[in-house]
Nanobody
Framework: QVQLVESGGGSVQAGGSLRLSCGAS????????MAWFRQATGKEREGVAA???????FYSESVKGRFTISEDNAKNTLFLQMNSLKPEDTGMYYC??????????????????????WGQGTQVTVSS
C-alpha cells in the first residue's frame, strides 16, 4: 500500500500563490505516474498536472503557465506550485499515484477511478 498526504492548502486572494506538497509513505515515488487533481463543490474531479514514469509533464489548459508540478524522489514528495491564482482554482486538491505505465493508464482511461492511490485532499480557496 501507498499512503499519500497532501498539505499546503489555504485561503488566498486572487493573484496570490500557494505551494502544495504530497508526501508518500509505504513506497517511493520513483518510476510511478503521479498527478494532482482538484474538485470544486458540485463538480467532478479533474486532472490538473501530472508526471509520468518517463518524466514527461502534463498540465491542463486552465493552469498551464501558472502551475508547476515537480518532485523530490529522495524525499518521496510531489509538489504543485500555484501562482496567479484565480477564484476558479478553488477546490479540494488531491494527490494521486499509480505504478503502471502511462500507455496502460491511457488504455484504461486516465480518470480518477483508474488511479490506485489517493491522498485525503487539501482545500484551496481563492477569493476575488
Amino acid at each position: 500500500q501507498v499512503q499519500l498526504v497532501e498539505s499546503g492548502g489555504g485561503s488566498v486572494q486572487a493573484g496570490g500563490s500557494l505551494r502544495l506538497s504530497c508526501g508518500a509513505s509505504g513506497a517511493t515515488y520513483r518510476n510511478v505516474f503521479m498527478a494532482w487533481f482538484r474538485q470544486a463543490t458540485g463538480k467532478e474531479r479533474e486532472g490538473v498536472a501530472a508526471i509520468d514514469r518517463s518524466g514527461r509533464i502534463f498540465y491542463s489548459e486552465s493552469v498551464k503557465g501558472r502551475f508547476t508540478i515537480s518532485e523530490d524522489n529522495a524525499k518521496n514528495t510531489l509538489f504543485l506550485q500555484m501562482n496567479s491564482l484565480k477564484p476558479e482554482d478553488t477546490g479540494m486538491y488531491y494527490c494521486a499515484a499509480d505504478p503502471r505505465d502511462l500507455a496502460v493508464l491511457l488504455r484504461l482511461g486516465l480518470v480518477p477511478r483508474t488511479l490506485n492511490y489517493w491522498g485525503q485532499g487539501t482545500q484551496v480557496t481563492v477569493s476575488s
